[in-house]
T-cell receptor
Framework: KNQVEQSPQSLIILEGKNCTLQCNYTVSPFSNLRWYKQDTGRGPVSLTIMTFSENTKSNGRYTATLDADTKQSSLHITASQLSDSASYICVVSPNTGNQFYFGTGTSLTVIP | DSGVTQTPKHLITATGQRVTLRCSPRSGDLSVYWYQQSLDQGLQFLIQYYNGEERAKGNILERFSAQQFPDLHSELNLSSLELGDSALYFC?????????????FGPGTRLTVL
């Protein structure tokens, strides 16, 4: 069964600190993995898209890693800001048909 | 602002009713996706259209249907509404129809079924 699991479910960190969010998946055969940031009540915004051949991708203070062998990805946020408070969602697609499997997200709160 | 527009922003209706949600993709994007986000199930992919044709189906109920018109805007029709259909419905668009293209999400329509 195609599944995407994210951890932790929620996280509180101090402004300026770094954090790492995890995504494990069983989706197969793998096509790509995306990380989205979703502010409360708004649409998700794409942070990174990674394919099988990519193991690291950065977007400003966000760095995603992918290990396709162990089917794990992480999103590292550096020097967190209050505006990073949001839900971070991992989405995995197989390369058979256009399908999207969503994790339940990690709710990040950055406090001053 | 992603460039994707959705109307209405909020919709309140009763069980058994039918509603239509509308989405206009970014200029030049040919593909439209519909997603449902509920509190207990998170985001779920419903259906994708590419240049007027259905491209892929996800967990879309038989009571739900969608279409994409020649001007590329899309509508999601929800009928025989149940309490459990209360959710945020997002539309996203991308330039082409393949899974590895970036998708741009609209602001969503919040549906409340009473």
């Amino acid at each position: 069964k195609n599944q995407v699991e994210q951890s932790p479910q929620s996280l509180i960190i101090l402004e300026g600190k770094n954090c790492t969010l995890q995504c494990n998946y069983t989706v197969s055969p793998f096509s790509n993995l995306r990380w989205y940031k979703q502010d409360t009540g708004r649409g998700p915004v794409s942070l990174t898209i990674m394919t099988f051949s990519e193991n690291t991708k950065s977007n400003g203070r966000y760095t995603a890693t992918l290990d396709a062998d162990t089917k794990q990805s992480s999103l590292h946020i550096t020097a967190s800001q209050l505006s990073d408070s949001a839900s971070y969602i991992c989405v995995v697609s197989p390369n058979t048909g256009n399908q999207f499997y969503f994790g339940t997200g990690t709710s990040l709160t950055v406090i001053p | 602002d992603s460039g994707v527009t959705q109307t209405p922003k909020h919709l309140i209706t009763a069980t058994g009713q039918r509603v239509t949600l509308r989405c206009s993709p970014r200029s030049g994007d040919l593909s439209v996706y519909w997603y449902q986000q509920s509190l207990d199930q998170g985001l779920q992919f419903l259906i994708q259209y590419y240049n007027g044709e259905e491209r892929a189906k996800g967990n879309i109920l038989e009571r739900f249907s969608a279409q994409q018109f020649p001007d590329l805007h899309s509508e999601l029709n929800l009928s025989s509404l149940e309490l459990g259909d209360s959710a945020l419905y997002f539309c996203a668009s991308s330039p082409r129809g393949l899974v590895f293209y970036e998708q741009f999400f609209g602001p969503g329509t919040r549906l409340t079924v009473l």
